[in-house]
C-alpha cells in the first residue's frame, strides 16, 4: 500500500471512529414530529392511505412524502419505524462523510478531503439529525450528490444520463421546496446536454412522474401545499431572524467557500456550491420555519458547506495556508455545534419524550375504551397520537385544515368533544391558554386525571370524561411508572450535565 493511501485510510479511520462515537452519543435522541410522519407511514401499510385519521378527510400533515413512503415498507412488515429511520439515517451519514472523502480528494487532495470530512463529523448536530427520525440526513444526501454531479459535469466527467433527472425528482418527493434546492446543479447538468437526446428522454420521463405524484397529491388532499405550510412558514420577521443565526454559525464556511471565486479555474465550481446553498436556504429565509432544532434546516445544505471549505483549502497555493485554514475552519465548525441555545434541552429530549409523549400514547392504547369512544385532542401530534392509535384533533394544526386555516381551536375541539384532552403547560399550574386552545373552556366537564413531567418547565396534564376517567387513569399512570424505570428518575433539568451523567452511566 502506497503512502498516500495509507494516509487516506488512516484519515478515514478516524473519522469513522468520531462517526461512530458521535452516533452513539446521540442514539437516544428521536424527535416527536416524527412520529406523525410514522403515523402516516403505519396508516398506509395498513392499507387506509397515507391518512392521519383512518375513515376520515384525508389532510396532509407532513412535507416528506418520500420519507413516509419510505417508512411504509418497514411498517407493513412490522418491523419499528424509529429503529428503521434511524439505520436508515446512519447509512445516508456513512454515504455522506464518504461523499465529501472522494470528491474532496479527488478534486483538491488529501487536505481538502480531511477538512471536509472533519467539518462533518466534528459537527454536533450531525448526529441528532442522524437519530431525529425525519427526512433531514436523506434531504441532506440528496443535495450533496446532486451538488456533485453538477461539479463533475463542470470538470468534464462522465455523468450518468438518468442521475440527475432522479435526483431532482427524489428531492422533490422528500420535501416541496427540494427541486428549488437541487436545481442549480440539475441546471448546470441540462445545459452542458442540452443537445442530448437520452438526457432530454430521463427529464421528460422526471417531469412526468412528478407532475403525476403532484396531480395525484392534489386530488387526494385537496390542497396545493402540504397543510402544515399553512402553520409553519410565512413569517419574514422569523425567517430573518432564521438568517441571522445560520449566518452567524455557516457564515465562515460559506466565506471560505468564496475563496474558490477568486481563481479562475476554480470560479465556476464555488458558483455551483453557494448557488445551491443560496438555493436551499431561500425557502426558509422568508418563510421562517419553526421547529428548528440545532439548526435542523441549515443542515439541508451544511454537507455542501463543507465540500465547499475542503475545496477551498485545497485551493489555497501556499503550504502555510493549508493548516492555518483547514484546522480553523474544522474548530470553528465544532465550536458552532456546541453553542446552539437549544442543545441542553435536545441532548435530552429522547428520555424526556419517552416519560411523558410515549408513556401516554401506550397507556391510552392500553385503556380499556371502547374503539368507538378512543378520540383524542392533543396539541404535541406525534407520539402520543401514534402510540396510541387513537383518532386525534390536532389543535396546533399540523393535520388539521380547519384549524391551519384560522379556524378557532377551542370551538373545534368542543364539537368534537373527544374523549381525551392533553394540555401542554409550563409548570403544575394549568395556563388559561395552550397553543391558541382556551383551557378551561374545552376542558369544562372533564376530569384531570393525570399530570406528567416531561422535563424542567414542560408538562403534559391530561384530562378524560368521566365516564372513562378511571380506565385512562390507571392506564396512564402505569405506563408513566413504566417508563420511568430505568430511564433517569427524578432528574429534569435542562443540561448538558445530565447527558454527561447518562452517556457515563451507559458505559
Known sequence: MTGGRVRLAAVVAALGVVFAFGTWA??????????????????????????????????????????????????????????????????????????????????????????????????????????????????????????????????GREVRPWEPPLLLLVAGLLRPEGVLAVLPAFAVWLWQRRRSREALLWTSLAAAVGLAYFGWRWSFYGQLLPNTFYIKFGNLDSGSRWLELTAAMLGPLALLTAVLLWRRPTRAAGALLLGV?????????????????????????????????????GSLGRRWAYPVAGVGIVVWTALAGVVPRDLPTIVNYGEDLRRAHVAIGQGLARADVPRAERTLAVSDAGAIP????????????????????????????????????????????????AYGLRVSEATTGYLHVAQLKMRDGYWQNVFVVPQWATQVASAVSHSGEEAMRGHDPGRYDKTLGRWFDRLRGRT
Open 386 to 433: 401514534y402510540y396510541s392509535g387513537w383518532d386525534s384533533i390536532d389543535y396546533i394544526g399540523l393535520n388539521d385544515e380547519a384549524i391551519a386555516r384560522g379556524g378557532d381551536r377551542t370551538s373545534i375541539v368542543r364539537r368534537a368533544h373527544p374523549t381525551v384532552i392533553v394540555v401542554t403547560s409550563t409548570s403544575p399550574v394549568l395556563p388559561d391558554t
Open 26 to 155: 446521540a442514539w437516544d435522541f428521536v424527535i416527536d414530529d416524527a412520529f406523525i410522519t410514522f403515523r402516516y407511514s403505519a396508516n398506509l401499510a395498513d392499507g387506509h392511505g397515507p391518512v392521519w385519521n383512518v375513515g376520515q378527510d384525508p389532510v396532509e400533515g407532513f412535507t416528506n412524502f418520500g420519507w413516509m413512503l419510505w417508512l411504509s415498507a418497514y411498517a407493513a412488515m412490522g418491523l419499528d419505524l424509529v429503529v428503521v429511520a434511524k439505520l436508515t439515517s446512519v447509512l445516508l451519514g456513512i454515504g455522506v462523510l464518504l461523499m465529501l472523502l472522494h470528491h474532496a480528494r479527488r478534486s483538491s487532495g488529501l487536505v481538502a478531503a480531511v477538512v471536509a470530512g472533519a467539518c462533518f463529523a466534528v459537527f454536533l448536530p450531525t448526529y441528532f439529525h442522524l437519530g431525529s427520525g425525519l427526512e433531514t440526513m436523506a434531504f441532506a444526501a440528496v443535495v450533496l450528490r446532486a451538488t456533485i454531479v453538477g461539479l463533475d459535469v463542470l470538470a
Open 277 to 313: 446553498v443560496a438555493a436551499t436556504y431561500a425557502t426558509y429565509a422568508v418563510s421562517g420555519p419553526t421547529m428548528d432544532y440545532v439548526h435542523r434546516f441549515a443542515f439541508h445544505a451544511f454537507p455542501v458547506l463543507c465540500l465547499g471549505a475542503g475545496l477551498a483549502v
